[in-house]
Each structure stands twice: as structure tokens, then as C-alpha cells.
């Protein structure tokens, strides 16, 4: 790939506009009844339109036959190489529920468990308590005082909170205490190196006073955590591609994702018409718009053909208003497939189109996975988006003489 | 590509199974006359309808214009990089013979060799020289003792045979003595590291022994060596992918292979038809079978067009006893090219197909060089193959959160 710093060398302002659609979890598998996937069988006369103007083809998250989470599929669109830009688990939990982190913050997941008299976990999960118990649990836990340490607890939902700890000098470098199995104690937090014995000792003093603190409290009278993580020094849009960056998106993790590479996140409501509405009011402040709709992957994970064939629909209709701004540059794709039939992400590559006035348009008349296979761009990196994007819309300067 | 402590963080044991069939030098060339590839030329009524139900591709062995040897281009085909991954001439050689190779030692090709009066190497290959006299010298050479070390002296065929060196503190950082061409005295071994001089000594002794004891045996009167070499350290199937894999092949060399990455090794008959009786017979057992079928290439090397193509009608015949196995995925393809015209390996990149419930078909018909330079998978890296298989069986978890 491209380094970040020859893109940046490369990158100029531009008055013109980027718009990037991406519809969560896009990608299909056939229904066995039909043999048409979710978008073959959606009536999106306007997607189709516009994949007749586009360039099209498959997109690939991460690699062939890896199934990327929502994290590193959408560092890959941004431009961020996913395996070497990976986000860590503890941060995606803040960034899921709006947590404002802080560059020197570390997050963690933790799952509320049950161990036994013996100190044994027997659920991992404690039976999956109610979100309204975990609220309760959290007030617990947010009694807790570490000295050195400010932290920071917050309910996910069902069994999953985070924690948050800010002070000085906190590392990363810290192993799990989820033992990944039941049978067996919790693990004590350790340094990977010594410069994260600090950061050991004191979240192993949270973790004491939580199990004391819980120990009433059956089935959920412990924790668990992993994925300590502190938040990615990534390069961001402003600097970088010398965008004036927006992020449109209902749910927090997709906002946190933008966040953290440099985007404005611009508060809107729970549909695609009020995100399009969102968009066109903004329009005018920016040169990059990422406009992310959740509710193709929901209906996937949900196992729900037919919900996901009506979200593709529900995209289409509001596609005119969107395409009426008259991006100089538009694309419409996914972070990654989540089959319905497969009820969970898939490694399938991505339906992707892209147009431009200075590409000339394949033969591609529907917007498929099918037909994106025959598309110019075959399969490619999704870690290519940015840069087609950017050079489409002439904010990439020559290379070289 | 994924670091391989991703992909073995990333794969789980399931019961899905895999069949990956290797038809050795499958990719070929048009025959003048007709314009046809001898994939183009066989009548092969089952591959052809397994390519309708795949999806299909050109796989690039290790690059384009780079004609690989088997070494690398199975290497690639099991998902380590041909590039960084060489398994040395020397290890190749000895796997070729079924040598049990141990980990500390070190292999090298052994050419009987020409030389004159003055010591000027006159002929590389002394004559080429029948397999029966080689063995009898071969027996000469076994003779020879040096302190410090064990020695074996194998027969490949012709003038061509394999040493192993068994001791302690054997380095591969030494020089061949083999000088590439005639008149000029062999090269001495010279150590390319300071460690290596102990193991460049015991070589030395042990040529100087060789050429006293073929002295009178014109025109084998001396040996040369190249290719010096220890058994690579590869992550091993079991770890790296939680495979349990299985090799079945008629030659050596392709069994060598599948020992050297963690496959158990299954005796097999001389036929297709055998090799797929032992399949079916193990089948159970394992979760991944690399099936490997050597007389396409074979043919390819004798620059025999027609019976490229008979080998590949007898594949096409026993095929619907493997698939009747019902594998989860299956994968068919080539380790490199062998066109028949050029009458050896070549760069060309190698029909490929892999059928998934869970990839949607291509377009393509027919399992040839051109209809899958149609399919979806364009030209694409061998290294990839084993994530798609893994993928497509279920056995990699989703990548980050």
C-alpha cells in the first residue's frame, strides 16, 4: 500500500465533495427458494441506476476468507490497513456507547460472570443478567476507588459493561483475566512488559474490590475483562487527505469509528430519511460525508431476509435526495457481508460501486453480487477505497515527475 | 498477507471438512493445431460441472513471470509465503527420496561429476550416468567416515544423489562447491558465517574423501554440492490452522511436503483410482486432505500434449468418488503450470476453482484456462487458498470487533 506519508504529501484541499454510503453488513448469500441474494431480490431501481453510471466490483475487508468485525472493516474503507491499524476490543466498547476516551484512557470489556465457592467461573456471561440488573451492577462498581486512577464504568447491555481507567502512564500491554472457558479461576492481570506493572497492580485492585463488591449478588457476583486497549494514534482526515471529514450514523460505534479518524460527528435521527436529511443540511461544510446505515447488517445478523431486502429498499428510496446533492464523487458499498443465511458476518466480498465523471462506466447494470463479480474492479482491498475516491475527486496531486 | 499468530489466534477445530486436489503442472498452453489447452482438449464432464457450482480463478503461484519450482509452489498452495518460506534444494531433495529427515540435520544435492587431470571440472554430470552405476558409487561414498559427524548417501537418479550430515552444531551458511559450469576446478565449501566453519571443515573432508574414492571411476570421478540445507521451521498445520491433514500422494517429494508442514503421510497405490480408495478410506480421520496427482505434470515435462490430456480424463473419471465424500469445501487446481510446448514448469498462472455453500457461483463453465480467467477470482495469489478453504469451512473466527 500507499504509505500515509506519501499521501499526505500528495493530498491537496479541493472544493470537491465525497460522498461515501455505506450500508453495514451489504454483502449476500442466495436464498435457497429463489437463488437470489438479499439485493437481487430488493426492487432498488435507483441503486441500480446508479450502478449503470459506476464503476463497480467486489470489495475484500481484510483478506479472502477472513470475517472482520465492524472495527477493522471500516479502518480498511478508511484507508487504515486493518491488521496493522487494529483497534482494540476495550475501545470499540467505548466507542459503541459514546464514551468521550481520551487519547491516554485504556478501556476494557468486561463481562459480568458467576464463579463459584472455589473461586471456579461457571458462566462466563452470569445466566446473561438483564440489562436493568447490569445498570445496578455498574452503580456498584462505580463505588469503586482506585488511588492513582480515575475510573470510569458504564453499562453495554446484558452481561457486557466497560471500564474506563484514566491517569497517568496506563499501558495496554496487559493480559486478559476472562479465561475464555469455565472450569477454571479467573486470571490475575499481568504486564507484558514491565513498564505495565503499574497499570497491573491497579487494575487488579479494581478487580478485587468488584468481586467484593458483587459478592451478594448471584448470579452476576463477578467480572471478567479483556481487550485492554488504549486508543489508536491513527493519522487523521484533516491531515492526512486534508478532508473536512463528517460522519452521519445512528448507532454510536459507527460515530466513535468516525471520531477517531478525525470526523465531525453530526447528530441525526434513527432513519435513513432523517440521516439524508442530516447529510443535506450539512452538505455545505464538507468535502467528505461518511453516511453509515446500520439496518442491512441488523436484519443479517437477525437472520431476517426479507428485513434486509426491506432495508435495501428503504436506502434506495432515499437514494434521490441523496444523489441530488450532486457529489462530485459517490460510492455505495458495505464494511463486509452478513449473509442472512448465515445470521453473522461473512468473509464474502463486498458489492462496491463508484462514480465519477472521469471513470468510464463497466457493463454492470444492476447492483448485485453477481454483477459486481463481472464489474472492471474484480475483487480488491478495501484498503483501495480512499485512494479512488480522493483521485476521482482530483485531491491527489501527481507522483513524481 | 496475515501474519500466521493472527491465523492461528484466528482458526478453530471443527468437524467441517476439506479436500484440496493438486494436479500437479495443470495449467497448459494451446496446441498449435487446434488452438486448445489440454484442458481445453479433454472431455471431462465432472470437473467441468464442478466449475459451474465454484467459483473460479487464475491462481498466481508466487508471482507473475516467476516459474516455480514444486517446493515453492506447493508452499504457497498451504498458505506459507514462497518467498520468505524456501525449502532448501538439498531438504527437497531428500524429501523427493523419502529420506526421514531430522531437524539438526543438513541435506545437499550431490552431482557425480568430471574432472581432468589438472582437477578442471570437464563435465557437470559425468555422462548422465544409469541410476544402477550411480548406486554402485553410491555405495563407495557411504564408506566414508568423518570424525564428528553421521553421514548418509542416498541414489536420486542418474547423476544425481543426496548427502545428510547428522551431528551437533551443523550450520546451511556455507557455499556450494558446485562452480555452474565446466572449466574451472570445483569451489571449495566456504563458511558465510563465523558458526559455519566447524560444518564447512566436516564438508571439505568428506569431498576429499569422495574424490579419493572415485578416482578410478571415470567418468564419475568426482562430486559436486549445492544446495545445502536444514529442514525449515514452518508453523505446522495442526497449530497454525487446527487442521487434522493428511497427504495422499504417489511420490515422495509431494509426501516430504505435506510431513514437512504437520500432514500425517497415508500410503497410497500408484493410480488416481488408488489414491482416491485411500482417501475415501481415511476420510473420517481427517478434517483436511491435500490429494496430490502427479502424471499431469508428468506429462507436461515430456512435452506429451495428449497424454496431458488422458491424465486429465482419468482425474475427470474417479472425481465423482471424492466428491461423493461431500466435503464441505472443495478446491481443485495446480501447483504450477506444465505446458505440454514448453516441456517444462512455467509462470503461467493455474486454473482454479472452490465450491462453497456459502460462495455464490461464477459464470464460468468450464474448468480451462480461459473460462477462469472469467471467474470472479481474476488472477489471484496461491498464498490465499488456504484462508478461502478455512474461511469457507467456517474454521476462522471473525477478525477484531
Chains 1, 2 share one sequence.
Not at 463497480?56 to 496493522?84: E, K, Q, R
Not at 459478592?215 to 494514534?233: C, E, Q, T, W
Amino acid at each position: 500500500m500507499i504509505p500515509f506519508d506519501l499521501i499526505e504529501e500528495l493530498s491537496i484541499q479541493t472544493p470537491s465533495k465525497i460522498l461515501l454510503l455505506v450500508m453495514d453488513g451489504l454483502g449476500g448469500l442466495p436464498r435457497p427458494e429463489t437463488g437470489l441474494t438479499e439485493l437481487a431480490t430488493a426492487t432498488k431501481p435507483n441503486l441500480d441506476a446508479l450502478a449503470r453510471a459506476s464503476i463497480c466490483g467486489l470489495s475484500v475487508p481484510v483478506a479472502p476468507g477472513i470475517t472482520p468485525g465492524s472495527g477493522p472493516a471500516h479502518l480498511a474503507l478508511f484507508g487504515y490497513d486493518p491488521i496493522t491499524c487494529l483497534v482494540g476490543r476495550g475501545v470499540l466498547s467505548a466507542l459503541g456507547i459514546g464514551f468521550p476516551l481520551e487519547p491516554t484512557d485504556l478501556a476494557a470489556r468486561i463481562n459480568f460472570a458467576t464463579v463459584n465457592d472455589e473461586g471456579i467461573v461457571t458462566d462466563r456471561r452470569a445466566g446473561r443478567i438483564s440489562t436493568e440488573t447490569n445498570r445496578q451492577l455498574v452503580g456498584l462498581l462505580r463505588q469503586i476507588r482506585v488511588p492513582g486512577v480515575e475510573i470510569f464504568v458504564e453499562t453495554e447491555s446484558m452481561h457486557r459493561a466497560v471500564v474506563v481507567f484514566r491517569g497517568p502512564d496506563l499501558s495496554a500491554r496487559i493480559t486478559d483475566t476472562d479465561p475464555q472457558r469455565t472450569g477454571v479461576p479467573p486470571l490475575p492481570v499481568t504486564p507484558l512488559d514491565p513498564a505495565a506493572q503499574h497499570t497491573a497492580n491497579l487494575v487488579n485492585q479494581f478487580i478485587a474490590a468488584a468481586a467484593r463488591a458483587l459478592k451478594s449478588h448471584d448470579p452476576a457476583n463477578d467480572v471478567l475483562m479483556r481487550g485492554f486497549a488504549k486508543y489508536p494514534h491513527l493519522p487523521r482526515f484533516g491531515e492526512l487527505y486534508k478532508l473536512r471529514a463528517a460522519v452521519v450514523a445512528t448507532y454510536p460505534m459507527y460515530r466513535g469509528l468516525g471520531r477517531l479518524v478525525g470526523m465531525d460527528v453530526l447528530p441525526t435521527g434513527e432513519t435513513f430519511a432523517d440521516e439524508v436529511a442530516t447529510v443535506r443540511e450539512n452538505w455545505a461544510n464538507y468535502d467528505f460525508v461518511f453516511l453509515h446505515y446500520k439496518y442491512t447488517d441488523t436484519a443479517g445478523e437477525d437472520g431476517d431476509f426479507m428485513a434486509k431486502v426491506d432495508a435495501i429498499e428503504d436506502v434506495d428510496r432515499s437514494l434521490p435526495a441523496l444523489l441530488a446533492l450532486v457529489p462530485d464523487v459517490v460510492a455505495v458499498t458495505g464494511d463486509h457481508s452478513t449473509p442472512s443465511v448465515l445470521r453473522s458476518h461473512g468473509w464474502q466480498p463486498v458489492p462496491f460501486m463508484l462514480r465519477s465523471r472521469y471513470e468510464i462506466p463497466d457493463s454492470v447494470e444492476h447492483f448485485t453480487e453477481r454483477a459486481c463479480q463481472q464489474g472492471t474492479l474484480g475483487r480488491f482491498p478495501a484498503l483501495q477505497v480512499m485512494l479512488m475516491l480522493l483521485g476521482n475527486a482530483l485531491k491527489l496531486e501527481k507522483y513524481g515527475a
